[in-house]
């Protein structure tokens, strides 16, 4: 439920579905206020600008300095400075990258995690075929509670997850340690595999807003009703232009859904430069 005491504040309409998008941004950006208040624990910042900001997208990971310099900067609407691009990825790059994701994932549900891995979805540039190369993979990861939140049995299973990373020797910071049974997850899902952006999928199908892109995914793991029932809980009302389904044993593609926006794009645009080849 939006906070009424921020929607007064700045004087949007208290129902959010009469919101423009500018009441939208400005709502965020008040919120985003919340995770700069040092009273607050680093978990609960973190959660907040998870939930608020449209560039921060791993806040964990970052120092306290930097995480209020990147703040500060988008809540006053400084444009951030453009880092080095990474190495880009190959189509042969991709597919090692995919295929040994898929792997992980398997290998994680057979780990004493507090989540299993349920489906997973590939979005972004490299799914919408716009760019001979990337420079990283976005990835969407369902992750799913072994126990039921707030019970006893969840408890101690996060308890047990800290502990083990206690006992393997691990310093965590705060911010870290109260987050540490979902980080250790994307973690290992990520192991030494630089070219993936990991995020999980219920914030993107929930809580992402669309932006100026045609937004399309291909599933490598799940259920594909079970995945658009996430999105029609959609936030901002996000919606697939184009959803299609990868054989994690041949690699071949297969269409459930397409409205032609993405062949329009490519059209408009004089066609892309990396094929669509029928697999990924």
């Not at 950006?29 to 973190?46: N, V, W, Y």
């Not at 997850?185 to 219920?202: A, E, N, P, T």
């Amino acid at each position: 439920m939006p906070n009424m005491d921020i929607i007064h504040t700045i004087g949007i309409p208290e129902d959010p579905s009469n919101w423009t998008e500018a009441n939208r941004d400005a709502y965020h950006l008040e919120c985003l206020k919340g995770a700069l208040d040092l009273r607050k624990p680093r978990h609960i910042r973190d959660a907040i600008v998870c939930m608020n900001s449209s560039r921060i997208r791993k806040p964990d990971v970052l120092s306290e300095d930097v995480l209020r310099k990147r703040l500060e900067d988008e809540i006053d609407g400084i444009e951030p400075v453009k880092a080095k691009k990474n190495a880009r990825i190959t189509q042969k790059g991709g597919l090692e990258i995919l295929t040994k994701l898929l792997d992980r994932a398997e290998e994680a549900n057979k780990e004493p995690f507090a989540f299993s891995v349920g489906a997973i979805i590939l979005f972004g540039s490299w799914d919408r075929n716009d760019k001979p190369h990337a420079g990283d993979i976005d990835i969407a990861v369902e992750l799913i509670a072994k126990e039921p939140a707030g019970s006893d049995a969840w408890s101690a299973l996060i308890k047990s997850r800290r502990q083990a990373a206690s006992t393997a020797g691990r310093s965590l910071p705060d911010h870290l340690w109260y987050a540490w049974h979902i980080v250790e997850v994307f973690r290992f899902l990520q192991w030494r595999s630089k070219g993936i952006s990991l995020l999980s999928l219920d914030q993107i199908s929930e809580s992402m807003p669309p932006n100026e892109k045609p937004f399309s995914y291909t599933i490598l793991r799940g259920d594909a009703q079970e995945i658009a029932r996430k999105f029609e809980h959609s936030e901002f009302g996000l919606k697939a232009c184009r959803i299609r389904r990868r054989d994690p044993k041949t690699g071949e593609i297969t269409t459930l859904f397409d409205d032609g926006t993405l062949t329009e794009s490519a059209s408009g645009q004089g066609g892309v430069e990396r094929a669509d080849c029928g697999c990924i």
